[in-house]
């Protein structure tokens, strides 16, 4: 088989998405995701002055030696744009092989490891009490593992909390807008909320909580500390983690299960976090850390020292992404949870997939590749239009913070 053809295709089904189809000689197409929120037409051009011209005669079936060619071959490594660029490749690779197969992507990575794949949703509120309602309502929808987060009082705008009731979108403005952020009120309210969700909703449910990179490593300590009574099933993004080795001071001081990694692009970027056992859940996902070939090498690592996999799974990973991390999840052996983040009705409309979800698990289907596909057609009556993540100023002083 060769690849005869390969395009890009940006879409704006309500948010917007870069999708990347190969074709072969023999009829079969594969697609990527290859979107990376508020810079997605980088990777657009990435792949299609870069990486395209580069792929076309080659072999579909070689994907392990076509990503080494992608990684080792530009000679600049890593970097979000090009780990995103070679996750759509390799994603559209797998599609072709499993298709070529007749065989649902999962059994070429090995079948089934598990029945099902647990997910978590997410529930936001304004302030307390609204939170503890949509955990309430997440809960009836069958969810076994729900995300909190809650505006914070004396703070106009907090990460995770949007206008919907199931879509959070935060990529909300031409230009990024600004929220302010105190550090103080955070911590104060936090571990209130997460007391009255454990006393309305008992203590069956697993429960999250992102804090969205911030605090520094001694507040975040301090913070998983005063949530160990409500066993949190993981405290995510508690700092940033560039310098890896300073969570060992959040571990020094706390038992509440810790993630990292959805802004993670390599496998470099996690590997003192896995070795030194600094956290418990790895966060990076199909679409920007290098494909399912570069995924399975970090979930590889982390099996060794018992750290689980938790793939990102926001709205702004296309369902090309979602169904093919349903795919890794049901496989790999070292599974905790993936997130899911529902997209709207556009959006699955665009992206027609086999993947359900049925009281709090998910499964990709049984349709020879990922199972998920583009309607070009109805893609084009979206065009691309232009938006940018939040960003994040202390309140008392307006000093740029992480947002
Ligand atoms: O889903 C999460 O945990 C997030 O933190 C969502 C991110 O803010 C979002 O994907 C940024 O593009
Ligand atoms: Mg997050």
């Known amino acids: ?106 059994q070429l990575l090995g079948g089934k490891s598990r029945t099902g794949v647990m997910v978590y949703g997410h529930a936001n509120g304004s302030d307390i009490e609204h939170t503890v309602d949509e955990v309430l309502r997440y809960a009836d929808m069958g969810y076994k593992a729900i995300r909190a987060q809650s505006g914070v009082p004396g703070l106009e705008k907090v990460y995770g909390v949007g206008k919907g009731s199931l879509f959070y979108e935060p990529a909300d403005a031409d230009l990024p807008s600004e929220h302010d952020w105190s550090t103080e009120k955070y911590l104060r309210h936090t571990p209130k909320l997460f007391e009255r969700i454990r006393e309305k909703l008992g203590e069956e449910h697993h429960l999250l909580h992102d804090v969205h990179h911030r605090l520094t490593p001694i507040e975040a300590g301090r913070l998983g500390k005063s949530l160990e009574p409500y066993n949190l099933f993981w405290m995510e993004d508690a700092t940033p983690a560039e310098n890896q080795e300073s969570f060992r001071l959040i571990r020094q001081h706390t038992t509440t299960p810790l993630a990292v990694g959805e802004i993670f692009n390599s496998i470099w970027d996690c590997k003192e976090l896995i070795e030194n056992q600094l956290i418990d859940y790895i966060r990076a996902t199909v679409v920007h850390a290098g494909g399912i070939t570069h995924l399975r090498r970090i979930a590889d690592l982390a099996s060794l020292y018992q750290v689980r996999t938790g793939c990102h799974g926001a709205t ?76 994040n100023r202390q309140q008392h002083d307006g000093t740029l913070w992480s947002w």
């Open 1 to 106: 088989m060769k690849i005869t053809n390969a395009r890009i295709i940006v879409c704006s089904p309500g948010r917007n998405f870069v999708t990347l189809k190969i074709e072969t000689d023999e009829g079969l197409t594969g697609i990527g995701d290859a979107t990376l929120n508020g810079r997605e037409l980088s990777v657009a051009a990435y792949l299609t002055e870069h990486v395209i011209p580069c792929l076309i005669g080659r072999d579909p079936h070689q994907i392990e030696d076509i990503w080494q060619y992608l990684y080792k071959g530009a000679y600049w490594r890593r970097g979000p744009v090009t780990m995103t660029a070679i996750a759509a490749v390799d994603t559209a690779l797998w599609d072709i092989k499993a298709k070529a197969a007749g065989l649902p992507l999962y």
């Open 316 to 391: 702004d990973l296309s369902p090309v992404c979602m169904g093919a991390a349903l795919h890794f999840d049901l496989s790999v052996p070292n599974f905790g949870v993936q997130e899911y983040m529902r997209h709207t009705d556009e959006t699955d409309a665009v992206f027609p997939h086999a993947y359900t979800f049925d009281k709090g698990m998910m499964y990709p289907g049984d349709v020879p590749g990922h199972g998920v596909e583009i309607d070009e057609a109805l893609a084009a009556k979206y065009p691309y239009k232009r938006a940018y993540l939040p960003v």
